[in-house]
């Protein structure tokens, strides 16, 4: 085969997702998944609908039980604060943190592997001592000395979030760029004198997206996680509600009111369980050979 | 020709000093990004520490010394083992770190050795029945668990169990006022383990468990296997010796890339249990803004990881006798 | 010779599926005598290697053994389960896969690995079950047992991973030996060294053999009698000499013709692929002769019903109907070399 038909024979990577698309459909988990974070993502965006106002206002009596007062539907926390209205703002700070810290991982760590696996040689050699480095301090312990020396805030949660969570998906990376590095199609782009760029922006990244997906949806389920628990040690932005500072300050009344640690708490489970299902539904679409007898 | 087991620790030693390195220039940096001037930084909130404390910060770090001065000044500390004194401890940081270590390591050993026991004998269940109720039902138990915040798990633990039911002591590794002694210190410490253990081994639970079940159904698939049954071998037998014997190899793997994880979900578990190790210290530097404490906590701990790597490493020796020690 | 050793009858292995199940192996018979070894031929997925499994009751889910009966040494063992097919296995019947690479486990000794078939089946020390797997090293021809003994697979080459499952297999001195396909994975060199052993292990010990390969070259060397097998069933069976020397059925004979040569050269052997066409497959298989496609003598009747098998010489046997023209055909096709 001429070089040019083996270019032309690259199957659309379009159609490969369609196909991956209505996999994912089938799969009972996946529709789970996106069930419970459909439901997680309308909380977020009809936060401000359903509860105006900011949910660190003190604005009923405290230690109202869940069902005792009709305007508060889930009680009120020790300083009367709404816990529904907390939990519904939650959802944003957590999904906004979750999304914006995987963004940040995945540059990161799409960069390192695709550089790594595409170069080789000294470049590789080096990226990896990188990420090993990074792999071996505590991801937790290393995001959270970053917040407390710089101050909690969401940006600075964001970027210690994103900073300690790329490792394993630059090695994930790096791998599905050392399979294709070697293969007919790239071959055939260098001997058409593609420019290094090109081919991974246009050909290999392309190919790699399907693993890469899947990373990340579980990627933005550990970052809420994480967030929720930096927040429950007392490292949240103090300006917004969070979830993990929640349970925080709930737990100090455990004994006597248990609910107020106990519901945002389920709202963390919910949606960390939402992604963590999505992330298993789209890797068995995307890889059926493993898919679950 | 160097003997394999002299490469085998001084490529770990290498590794050891890279990371410690690599650590030292992390914090060093950190330090100076934080707002306001480092020695108020490592002290803590401005206004707390005594004026000769700060002075002895600046002298110690060089503060007052080009940037360069200061990081080689910074490094022959770390490499003299001097990780500074923590003035709200009132100990050097070494020491308190060589203090409270014992505790997370005896509640991370048993925390792993429970996630490890469990979740594999739930994958091994669940291979067992692949596709079938049981099999569904311990993949989404696992999977719930997985979900969870370990500090939560940890607060629904002392609601049920301690504040409900009053069964197990849920704060502290001891019960100090009781002053058991011998058998009943043991016991008394086993008695205060088990539920902070079993909250940060759940989490890890569903790890091993997807993990166990996977390799189960992959070796069951393999070769000598078929074998062993044409061998006439008892069905234990296969089941214990070939199947799960090499299903572990890789539950092995992911337990050297869990250590730091685990590590860092005991600081939450400490935290709401009060247990007295490095994680609760981190907490309390944390809270009293000790931040030259909690960067040597980030460093011990990565040690940690390392030895705990090269520990595995030398266990995968002994269950593959493919893998050679390098 | 006296009763046979192994006396299959009417074995059938189906497969269960929506829409009916598969006959994978259709009603096969056939006998071994001790100290004989019977070779299967035919084309990957004509079934002989699950006739092979079948004997051991190795056939996985949805797989099902079906027959009238299958009889080692006068006792049947159709249907075996549990306890008692434990016993059988690796005792009275052992097997030797195609794979030693993937044949054993890489992370036990081969000794621990020959020690447990034998403690499987017979109540003896530790002591004494590795002083017998040092003796079968030796008698595989494995230099240096003793030290051999402690040795990884890993530490071996795929010749010598061979020689360590025919010792495994020859752990409680078998009654049947199944070899399938022993050597197809090896080199050369060192597949006439494995068969050569298997032969020796065969006239030392009475052993009764049934070899499963693909290759002529093989059967023409190390068997005693051959059984044809087609798309799951037995076209044709006589003794090594008779069928190479005139082989009945056409598809025999399309086997023999495609084998590199009369003029056989040590090392040129190929896989039996040449016969013009493809075996159906399973779920498509004919009602009548499942060769007829691909037959230059097929004829109506050939279509229409299983040619049944005709009795040819003392123990020989051949499913077709057309066995006159196509040996006149030959006749013909000498003559016009002759020319």
């Keep these: 085969m001429a070089l040019v038909d083996i270019v032309a024979h690259i199957p659309p990577a379009r159609i490969a997702q369609d196909n991956a698309f209505f996999r994912t459909a089938r799969q009972p988990s996946a529709v789970v998944g996106v069930l419970l974070l459909g439901f997680v993502v309308a909380m977020a965006l009809l936060a401000n609908q359903i509860f105006p106002g900011d949910p660190l206002d003190f604005v009923g009596q405290p230690f109202q039980r869940p069902g005792e007062d009709p305007s508060f539907p889930l009680g009120t926390d020790m300083l009367g604060r709404d816990l529904a209205s907390g939990i519904f703002h939650g959802a944003r700070i957590s999904l906004l943190i979750g999304a914006v810290a995987t963004a940040m991982s995945l540059v990161i760590g799409v960069g390192v592997g695709a550089f790594a696996g595409y170069y080789g040689g000294k470049i590789d050699a080096s990226l990896m001592r990188l990420t090993e480095f990074f792999q071996t301090i505590p991801p937790f312990l290393f995001a959270l000395t970053i917040v407390a020396i710089l101050q909690p805030s969401i940006a600075t949660i964001v970027g210690a979030i994103g900073v300690t969570a790329w490792p394993s998906l630059a090695r994930l990376v790096r791998a599905e760029f050392l399979k294709l590095r070697h293969g007919d199609m790239v071959q055939a782009e260098i001997a058409l004198g593609a420019s290094d760029m090109r081919i991974i922006f246009r050909h290999l990244l392309p190919n790699t997206l399907a693993p890469i997906i899947v990373s990340a949806s579980v990627m933005v389920a550990t970052a809420i996680l994480t967030e929720s628990s930096l927040a429950f040690l007392g490292l949240g932005d103090p300006n917004v509600v969070s979830w993990g500072g929640m349970v925080g300050a709930g737990r100090e009344v455990l004994r006597s009111d248990w609910y107020i640690a106990t519901l945002p708490g389920v709202a963390i489970v919910v949606a960390v369980l939402a992604l963590n299902l999505l992330g298993d539904g789209l890797n068995d679409a995307v890889d059926p050979k493993q898919e679950r007898r | 020709m160097i003997p394999v087991s002299v490469r085998f620790f001084g490529r770990r030693a290498l590794q050891l000093v890279i990371v410690v390195l690599g650590i030292a220039i992390t914090n060093f940096f950190l330090l100076r990004l934080a707002p306001g001037d480092a020695a108020q930084v490592l002290a803590g909130e401005a206004g707390s520490a005594t004026p000769e404390y700060l002075a002895a910060l600046r002298k110690q770090f060089g503060l007052d010394q080009p940037l360069p001065v200061q990081f080689a000044l910074y490094l022959r500390n770390l490499l003299s083992l001097n990780l500074g004194f923590s003035f709200r401890q009132g100990l050097p940081v070494l020491e308190l770190i060589a203090q409270r270590l014992p505790a997370t390591l005896l509640l991370m050993g048993t925390s792993i050795t429970f996630a490890l026991l469990v979740g594999s004998a739930m994958g091994v269940a669940a291979a067992r029945r ?26 629904m633990l002392i609601v049920v169990f301690s504040v409900w039911l009053d069964w197990l002591p849920v704060g502290g590794m001891t019960s100090i006022e009781r002053g058991y002694t011998g058998l009943a210190y043991l016991k008394d410490v086993a008695a205060h383990l088990v539920i902070p253990a079993t909250t940060l081994g759940l989490f890890f639970l569903a790890v091993y468990t997807r993990l166990m079940r996977a390799a189960m159904i992959d070796v069951q698939q393999q070769d000598f296997v078929r074998t062993a049954v044409a061998k006439g071998l008892r069905p234990g037998r296969i089941a214990y010796r070939h199947v799960v014997r090499n299903a572990l190899l890789p539950v092995l793997t992911m337990l050297g890339v869990q250590v730091g994880a685990v590590l860092g979900g005991a600081v939450l578990v400490e935290t709401v249990f009060s247990w007295p190790g490095l994680g609760r210290l981190a907490f309390e530097a944390l809270f009293q803004r000790d931040l030259n404490l909690l960067l040597g906590i980030l460093l011990c701990s990565s040690v940690v990881v390392v030895l705990a790597n090269a520990a595995i490493d030398f266990l995968y020796t002994v269950l593959d006798p493919r893998i050679e020690l390098s | ?31 071994i005598s001790a100290g004989e070894t019977l070779a299967i031929v035919g084309e990957s997925g004509c079934g002989k290697s699950l006739t092979a499994l079948a004997l051991l009751g190795l056939v996985a889910a949805p797989g099902r053994i079906e027959g009238r009966s299958v009889k080692l040494q006068g006792r049947d063992i159709l249907g075996l389960e549990g306890e008692a097919l434990r016993r059988l296995r690796g005792n009275r019947i052992a097997m030797i896969f195609q794979e030693p690479m993937t044949a054993l486990n890489p992370v036990l000794t081969i000794g621990e690995q020959i020690i447990e078939a034998i403690t499987a089946h017979e109540d003896i020390s530790h002591q004494k079950a590795r002083d017998r797997a040092v003796s079968l090293l030796d008698r595989v021809r494995i230099a240096d047992p003793r030290r051999r003994v402690n040795d990884y697979p890993h530490h071996l080459s795929g010749g010598m991973r061979q020689r360590v499952m025919i010792a495994i297999a ?3 001195n078998p009654a049947l030996l199944v070899a399938d396909e022993p050597t197809t994975a090896l080199d050369v060199t060192i597949q ?13 010990s009475g052993t009764a053999i049934l070899l499963i390969t693909h290759d002529l070259g093989v059967v023409s060397e190390y068997s005693d009698r051959v059984l044809v097998m087609y798309a799951g069933r037995k076209v044709e069976e006589r003794t090594t000499r008779d069928l190479l020397k005139s082989p009945l059925h056409p598809y025999t004979r399309g086997l023999i013709a495609a084998r590199p040569g009369r003029h056989h050269v040590n090392g040129l052997r190929t896989r039996l692929s040449e016969i013009p066409g493809m075996v159906p497959s399973l779920a498509e298989m004919p009602h009548g002769c499942g060769f007829a496609a691909r037959c230059s003598f097929v004829v109506d009747a050939c279509r229409i019903a299983r040619p049944p098998l005709i009795p040819v010489g003392a123990d020989g046997a051949v499913a077709c109907l057309r066995i006159e023209e196509a040996r006149a055909s030959e006749h013909a096709a000498a003559r016009c070399d002759a020319y």
């Design chain 2, 130 to 155: 692949a596709g079938r109720a049981t099999d569904t039902v311990i993949s989404s138990i696992a999977l719930l668990f997985y979900a969870t915040p370990v500090f939560w798990t940890g607060i």
């Design chain 3, 1 to 31: 010779m006296g009763e046979p050793v192994l006396s299959v009858d009417g074995l059938s292995v189906r497969f269960d599926r929506k829409g009916g199940a598969l006959t994978a192996v259709d009603g096969l018979s056939f006998d």
């Design chain 3, 170 to 172: 020859l752990a409680c």
């Design chain 3, 192 to 204: 006439s060294q494995i068969l050569e052993l298997l032969d020796q292990i065969k006239r030392e």
